[in-house]
């Protein structure tokens, strides 16, 4: 099973497990090489740091 699958099939457990269809909108954009990261942190930081493996 590849990332896209995973993450896609991540996405469907979570909206049915929650209730919160919303997140189905996610699984049409995760095509080719896309990654999800969440965080509830600062942005700006957290932007730096992922650039800095670019």
Do not use: C, W
Request: glycine share 8%; proline share 2%; hydrophobic share 40%.
């Amino acid at each position: 099973m590849g990332k896209s699958t995973m993450m896609k099939r991540s996405i469907r457990m979570h909206a049915e497990m929650t209730g919160n269809q919303a997140f189905l909108n996610l699984i049409p954009l995760l095509q080719e090489d896309v990654g999800l990261m969440f965080t509830k942190g600062d942005l700006k930081q957290v932007n730096e740091e992922v650039a800095k493996y670019k």
